[in-house]
């Protein structure tokens, strides 16, 4: 038992980061440690990293640093995809003392008690190619929702990306099995699963199952008010899964996040996507003609080699056009080993700022048109667990970010409101009609 030793994380990234941080947490606990913060002198310090941006690489550095400031004793280790893809280059960090792998990660526990006494800094990873073991996670902790870790890895290579040189080949557990995470967090207070992974919509790999099959089954849980599909691409994202979602289906909401990437086909076609334009103006205009209250969330990618001003203004004029809720607008920045880093026509940096301003600014106007195309209307809110400045949050099930004046016995409640206004901050005011009797 390790009752005496504290243990702090640290996660940068995705969901899927947070679903693997937490069940390692997990491990540390069922093995006598003590979770603590960050800033409270922990024994040991775990830092689950991205390799995403090169911001997130930077942000390791930082974190270490920080990690040996709040206690010079500490044991450092780095997990996530960062570590997978540079852990010499980790290793040379100054406060580091151990880098896990992939597979490594999930056995940390065990890793740290053979070598927290040794000198210098140990490093356990394999090649990605070997990795072939699907590892279950999911959040805990916030009692609200849960992420739950339904696939790892990704076939696809797009040129810009790192994650299938970081997290290996597509892989998932069965239905069965997913269904069995699924139900350990329905025992819970958790009202909420979100389903994450690196492309999710490819579950199914090793066997006849598919995605649609495995949301057809979780919506059976009893226990779950409410799943969520954290993103999926536009091609895997069949009109029979939408018709699932938004027709038969008795907990899905209707928030749909589709990673678009660029609005130019000669684009995508660098970029290595499976799919064009037409493919995903089809999938927004089937959602939107099912339902028009519909949430979409869409990613783009600005400054890719080769984008041209015409070509961004294909992808800003097409997206101007297209009726969708919010955008997360990626600026390009080159990632070793991959195929966009060797290509030419850079995109100086100045003009990807520029470039990633303006479509910012777009998607600050689509969310506010959403959301004004909301008032009057009635959703039902998940009121998160915390008090922001007097008031209490929560998402509805179309992804509208509702406020209202702070009650502690809201906290974990699903409530009927009605949109009333659009606050100064961008949130949505409401009127509490009553308790969701299911809650």
Avoid at 189 to 209: A, P, R, S, W
Wanted: net charge negative; glycine share 6%; charged share 30%.
């Amino acid at each position: 038992m390790n009752q005496y030793k504290k243990v702090a994380f640290y996660t940068l990234g995705c969901k899927l980061n947070f679903s693997e941080t937490s069940t390692i947490a997990r491990s540390f606990e069922e093995a006598g440690y003590a979770k603590v913060d960050f800033d409270d002198t922990p024994d040991i310090f775990v830092v689950n990293t991205c390799s995403v941006t090169e911001n997130a690489d930077k942000k390791c550095v930082q974190l270490v640093k920080k990690a040996k400031k709040v206690n010079p004793e500490s044991f450092v280790v780095i997990i996530g995809c960062y570590a997978q893809l540079k852990p010499e280059k980790i290793a040379e960090i100054y406060g580091v003392n151990m880098v896990l792998g992939a597979n490594e990660k999930f056995d940390i526990v065990k890793h740290i008690e053979k070598n927290e006494l040794n000198e210098g800094v140990t490093i356990e990873y394999g090649k990605i190619k070997e990795v072939q073991d699907f590892e279950p996670s999911f959040s805990y902790g916030d009692r609200t929702r849960s992420f739950l870790k339904i696939q790892d890895g990704c076939d696809y290579f797009c040129t810009f990306c790192t994650i299938p040189l970081a997290r290996g080949k597509s892989r998932n557990a069965t239905i069965t099995q997913t269904v069995v995470e699924a139900e350990k967090i329905a025992d819970t207070e958790v009202k909420e699963i979100v389903l994450t992974g690196v492309n999710i919509g490819d579950f199914g790999q090793g066997n006849e199952e598919d995605f649609f099959g495995l949301i057809k089954e979780l919506d059976q849980i009893s226990g779950i008010e409410r799943f969520r599909i954290s993103s999926i691409e536009p091609n895997l994202l069949s009109n029979e899964i939408i018709d699932f979602c938004l027709n038969d289906s008795k907990h899905f909401v209707p928030h749909f996040h589709i990673p678009l990437q660029s609005g130019s086909d000669e684009l995508l076609i660098k970029m290595r996507r499976k799919y064009l334009r037409e493919t995903y103006t089809n999938r927004v205009e089937q959602i939107k003609r099912i339902s028009p209250d519909a949430c979409i969330g869409v990613d783009v990618i600005v400054g890719f080699p080769g984008e041209t001003e015409e070509a961004f203004m294909e992808t800003y004029n097409y997206l101007n056009e297209l009726n969708f809720s919010y955008l997360h607008v990626f600026t390009y920045s080159e990632r070793a080993n991959t195929t966009a880093n060797k290509m030419d026509d850079v995109i100086p940096m100045h003009t990807r700022k520029e470039r990633s301003k303006m479509l910012r600014i777009l998607s600050e106007k689509k969310k506010r048109a959403f959301y004004e195309s909301q008032i009057g209307k009635k959703g039902i809110v998940l009121w998160e667990s915390q008090n922001d400045n007097g008031y209490i949050n929560g998402f509805t099930e179309n992804y509208i970010k509702v406020k209202h004046p702070y009650d502690e016995s809201l906290e974990n409640k699903m409530m009927e409101v009605k949109y009333l206004a659009i606050d100064g901050d961008g949130l949505m005011f409401s009127e509490i009609l009553e308790i969701n009797t299911t809650s």
